[in-house]
Structures are given as structure tokens and as C-alpha cells.
């Protein structure tokens, strides 16, 4: 039996997890074992890029904030207000996404495979919720990864702080930040009452996670596994955005019943008006994967 390794730094009680079981169930049924290896510190991050790098894993699932070391103009991903889930939940348009990002990565000897959504980003807090932008100036927040996601916090007036998910609890317990932008999934699993206060800016950053393996051992694969380890992913993962838009639905109601409180900050102008000039710059020096990211978006 042919086996393949599945790495990912999202916690086994993350919403998310339940797809990518569906997906090693799949290929197991198709008489392809997948072994899925989630949590700890050895996929953390950007970590889990390494140990592709090394062969240690087949493939990993990885922020899409990673995928800047790989091709810069990929940072256009996470442009403040950018296309999101009322772009990306249209049939076809996520795997279009896959594709596109694949031509950027291959250049680098990686294959980008699937796309899996992940949230429109949120700022957990055990003080109180945001209510203006006041309120972020010089406070440590935790971020996925750097670039944009950096760019982003030292434009709004705080300090970024680069942190997997599996860190963040000890961290937040040990006061080092004020603050975690991060899914709803993640502030529930690995936070939950220690953080009672979250806000959403709705918009300000919608991230992904891509699947990725390295060029070399995708095309050693037989033509049979090749394509059903694709078929496969796109159907339980790329094309499940809608299912993942409820997961996370239901987690932030689940935390409102158990007595969290979430704001939301409608009026968003400010916002984007404080980032209109990083917006600008990403525009600038990436002009071309900008229009093509615009294009694919928007179905043009």
C-alpha cells in the first residue's frame, strides 16, 4: 500500500481537522494510507515548510503567509480588504485559486494542490474588545507569520508578534501579548476562557492555508494516486469552503453561549483608511499578481 505523510499545525480540535480526516478516509478507501500528524512544536509554523524541505513529511498544510518566502508577489493574498468569502465561496473560483498559486510555487519546486479556507481574522483579548483603533497602539499581538501579516499590525499601531498556533496558549498565559489575531477556531480551541473578549473587523484580513508537496516527489507518484490524491483534496477540502464558513459560525455562537463576548466593528472606515497606504504599496510592487488576483476573484 502506498503511503502518504499529511502535516499541519492546526490543533486536532480545530474545526478544520474534521475535513482533513475525511480526506485521509478517502484515500484510504481508494487503498492509499494517509497518516495525519497534527499539533506540536515540529510542524509549527513555518516549520512544517522545513521539514517538506527535508522529506521529512509528504505534504503539509500551511498558512498562506508562508508561501511569501516561496514568491513574494503572493503576499498579494492578504491585502487589508481584499477578496474573501463572497469571492472565493463561488463555485470553481477556490480552485482557481489552487492553480494560480501553483504557478507561483512550482517555480520553487513545490506543487500547490488544494486550498483550504481559513477565517476572516479576529483580535482575541482577556481584557475587553476593541472599540477603535486607540486601543491597538504599542499592544503586542500575535500573528501567524511575517510579512504582510507584520506590515499590517505595524500599520495600525501595534506590535506584531510572529507565533504558530501550539504556542499560544503558554504565551498568552505568560502575559507576553495583549493580543491574538487570529480564526475563530483557533482563539476557541487553544484559548477559550482565557481570552473572553474577541472583535472583528470584518475584511481587514482573510487568510488561507494552502496543501502543498515538492515537485520531485509528486511526479514520482503513480499517474493513479497522483490524480486521486487531487480529486480528493479539492472535494473534501477546496470545495468545502461553505461547510467551513458554518464551522466557524457555529464556534463563534458557541462562545457567545458560553459567555464570550464578540464584537463587531461595522463602520470599518477607519480601518480602511489607515491601511489605505499599505494597500497602495502591495498594489505598486506587485502590480501584476494584484490584476491577476483581481481577475480570478472576480470570476472575470
Known amino acids: 500500500m502506498i503511503s502518504i505523510s499529511m502535516a499541519a499545525d492546526i490543533p486536532s480540535a480545530h474545526p478544520r481537522v474534521f475535513h482533513f480526516r475525511s480526506l485521509a478516509q478517502r484515500l484510504s478507501d481508494a487503498g492509499i494510507y494517509c497518516e495525519l500528524l497534527l499539533d506540536g512544536d515540529r510542524f509549527a509554523g513555518a516549520r512544517s515548510m522545513a521539514s517538506l524541505a527535508l522529506g521529512e513529511v509528504d505534504g503539509v498544510w500551511v498558512n498562506a503567509s508562508h508561501l511569501e518566502m516561496l514568491a513574494s508577489p503572493l503576499s498579494v493574498l492578504h491585502e487589508p480588504f481584499g477578496p474573501g468569502d463572497k469571492q472565493w465561496q463561488v463555485p470553481g473560483r477556490a ?91 483557533a482563539w476557541q480551541t487553544q484559548l477559550g476562557d482565557q481570552a473572553p473578549f474577541a472583535t472583528w473587523v470584518p475584511g481587514l484580513m482573510f487568510i488561507t492555508y494552502f496543501f502543498l508537496c515538492r515537485t520531485d516527489w ?49 463602520d470599518t472606515a477607519h480601518w480602511r483608511e489607515r491601511t489605505q497606504a499599505l494597500r497602495q504599496a502591495l498594489k505598486a510592487r506587485h502590480s501584476e499578481a494584484y490584476a491577476q488576483l483581481e481577475v480570478i476573484a472576480n470570476g472575470r
Open 218 to 266: 509528486l511526479a514520482a507518484l503513480p499517474a493513479a494516486v497522483r490524480a486521486e490524491l487531487e480529486r480528493a483534496a479539492q472535494c473534501h477540502v477546496t470545495e468545502a469552503w461553505g461547510q467551513m464558513q458554518t464551522d466557524d459560525a457555529l464556534a463563534l455562537k458557541q462562545a457567545v453561549e458560553r459567555g464570550a463576548e464578540v464584537r463587531t466593528i461595522d
Open 95 to 185: 480552485q482557481a485559486l489552487v492553480e494560480w498559486v501553483d504557478s507561483h510555487t512550482a517555480r520553487a519546486g513545490i506543487r500547490t494542490l488544494a486550498v483550504m479556507r481559513g477565517a476572516d481574522q479576529l483580535f482575541a483579548s482577556a481584557r475587553a474588545p476593541i472599540s477603535d483603533l486607540a486601543q491597538l497602539q504599542g499592544q503586542r499581538v500575535r500573528v501567524a507569520g511575517s510579512g504582510m501579516y507584520q506590515s499590517l499590525m505595524r500599520e495600525l499601531g501595534a506590535e506584531p508578534v510572529v507565533m504558530p498556533i501550539p504556542e499560544i496558549p503558554n504565551a498568552f498565559t505568560g502575559q507576553k501579548l495583549d493580543h491574538v489575531f487570529t480564526s475563530p477556531g
